[in-house]
C-alpha cells in the first residue's frame, strides 16, 4: 500500500512522509519515524500511525500529551479515521492519505490498538543463543491479553450494598492510573465486578454506567500498553537503554496480573535484566 502522511507548516510548505511498515511514529524525537524537531507542540512520541488497507487509519495520540490532537474540530484520543482525514495538532496540519484514498468517508468502529504492536520484530538483536547477554529476539511473540474473562459479583451479602463498595474502589484505582499501571487493570476488574453486583441487585441503569466506564478504562489501559511496546521497540531499535528499562519495568507491571510463565512475560523479563545491565555499565562508563 503507498501510504503517506502529509504536514503542512503554518507558513503553508508541505512536507509528504511515506508510512512504511504496520506502523510509524510522529513527533519531534529524533527516534521517531516521522520526526519534526522543530515542532514545539508535539510531544517525542505525539502520534502512532497504523494503516488498516481500506477501512482506513488507526490513530492513537500520546498519552498525556501537552498539545491535543483535534478531528473534525474535536480533541481526539484514538480510533480509526477515513484515509484522507485530516487532524490538527496546535499549526500543524496532518493529512492521512493513499493512492486509493477515498472520497466519502466511513464510519468503522474503533478496535483495540492491542492489535497493532502484537509480535513486535526485534530481528535486529538476535544475536547468539549461547551468549547469556544477549538480547533474547521477541520475533513471533504475541502479547498477552490483559482482559479476558467477565467479572462476577462475589458478594455472599446485599449486592446493591457490594456495588457501591466497589465502585468506589474501582474509582479510587483509575484516579491512580497515571501513577501506576496496575491500578487501571484492577479498576477495569473492579468496573466489571460492580456492574455485575448491579444487575444482581436489579439497578440495570447504574450496571450500564459501570459498563462505560469498564470499557473507557479497559481502552486507557490497552492504548497504553501498546505505546509502551511500541516506545521499548524503539528503544531497543536504538539502544536507549535508560528508555528500555523504563518500559520493560512498565509492562512488567502491566502483565503482573497474567501467567508469569506466558512466552511474552518471559522474555520480557529476561529483556529487562539484560537492558538494566547495560545502563547501568552505560552510567559506570559516564562517571
Same mark, same amino acid.
Given at each position: ?14 512536507e509528504r512522509f511515506p508510512i512504511e511498515g504496520s506502523q510509524v511514529t510522529l513527533g519531534?524525537? @529524533?527516534?521517531?519515524? /516521522?520526526? /519534526? ?35 473534525? @474540530? ?39 490498538? $492491542? ?30 491479553? *490483559?482482559?479476558?474473562? #467477565?467479572?462476577?459479583?462475589?458478594a455472599t451479602g446485599d449486592p446493591a450494598a457490594a456495588a457501591e463498595s466497589t465502585e ?14 496496575r491500578d487501571g487493570v484492577q479498576a477495569v476488574f473492579l468496573y466489571d465486578e460492580a ?8 439497578? #440495570?441503569?447504574? #450496571? ?14 490497552? #492504548? ?11 528503544? *531497543? ?36 535484566? /539484560? $537492558? ?12
Open positions: 500500500m503507498d501510504a503517506f502522511v502529509e504536514v503542512v507548516n503554518t507558513d503553508g510548505t508541505k519531534k524525537s @529524533g527516534s521517531a519515524q /516521522i520526526s /519534526i524537531p522543530t515542532a514545539r507542540e508535539l510531544e517525542l512520541e505525539h502520534l502512532l500511525i497504523a494503516p488498516r488497507g481500506k477501512e482506513g487509519v488507526w490513530v492513537s495520540t500520546s498519552q498525556g500529551a501537552m498539545t491535543p490532537t483535534l478531528y473534525k @474540530g474535536k480533541p481526539f484520543v484514538n480510533g480509526m479515521v477515513p484515509w484522507g482525514s485530516e487532524l490538527v495538532i496546535g499549526s500543524l496540519r496532518i493529512r492521512l492519505t493513499n493512492k486509493r484514498e477515498t472520497k466519502r468517508e466511513q464510519t468503522v468502529s474503533p478496535v483495540l490498538l $492491542v492489535a497493532l504492536v502484537v509480535g513486535l520484530a526485534l530481528a535486529g538483536f538476535m544475536l547468539l543463543k549461547d551468549d547469556p547477554h544477549a538480547l533474547p529476539s521477541g520475533e513471533g511473540l504475541e502479547p498477552p491479553e *490483559l482482559f479476558t474473562t #467477565a467479572a462476577e459479583c462475589s468506589y474502589r474501582a474509582h479510587s484505582r483509575g484516579d491512580r492510573v497515571r501513577f501506576d499501571p456492574a455485575a453486583c448491579y444487575r444482581r441487585a436489579g439497578n #440495570a441503569d447504574k #450496571a450500564r454506567e459501570m459498563e462505560a466506564q469498564r470499557d473507557e478504562m479497559k481502552e486507557m489501559v490497552n #492504548a497504553e500498553y501498546a505505546a509502551r511496546r511500541l516506545r521499548l521497540h524503539h528503544a *531497543l531499535q536504538t539502544e536507549d537503554w535508560e528508555r528500555a528499562v523504563i518500559e520493560t519495568r512498565a509492562l512488567l507491571r502491566l502483565t503482573s496480573f497474567v501467567d508469569p510463565e506466558n512466552d511474552y512475560v518471559v522474555w520480557l523479563e529476561r529483556t529487562r535484566r /539484560i $537492558v538494566q545491565a547495560r545502563w547501568d555499565k552505560e552510567r559506570e562508563a559516564r562517571q
